[in-house]
């Protein structure tokens, strides 16, 4: 007999705006990244934790990875390198593709929490 794994919810194992980057980055090698946590925004919907952080998150990325793809195949890539954080409470992903010629410096400096 199997059984589902256990998803903790606690603080110590909620995706972080931190976390995300990291795996993106090492990932994806983008030329533009931004990671934004969400979460409190969407307290007391589906998926929201109760601890208004490490549920909802907007990415904003720009990787060279991504040229001569579809935006389904680059979205597919932004997900396989998050996969792991689904597990751990990701409950909500918004992608937004960044061109890299329209890439502002403040974007690529990393999350902002």
């Known amino acids: 007999m199997t059984t589902a794994p256990h998803t903790d919810t606690s603080a110590a194992s909620a995706p972080t705006a931190s976390a995300l980057h990291a795996a993106l980055t090492a990932a994806l090698a983008p030329t533009a990244l931004e990671v934004l ?4 925004a969407h307290a007391g919907h589906a ?12 990415v904003r990325v720009g990787s060279p990875l991504f040229a001569g ?5 680059a ?4 997900y396989d ?8 409470g990701l409950h909500a992903l918004a992608i937004e593709l960044i061109p890299s ?13």
């Open 47 to 58: 998926g929201a934790n109760g601890l208004g952080h490490g549920t909802h998150f907007r």
């Open 69 to 73: 793809k579809s935006r389904v195949a």
């Open 37 to 40: 946590d969400e979460s409190a």
């Open 81 to 88: 390198a998050l996969r792991k954080f689904t597990d751990a």
């Open 101 to 113: 010629a329209n890439v502002s410096p403040s974007v690529a400096n990393g999350p902002v929490l």
């Open 75 to 78: 979205h597919r890539l932004v």
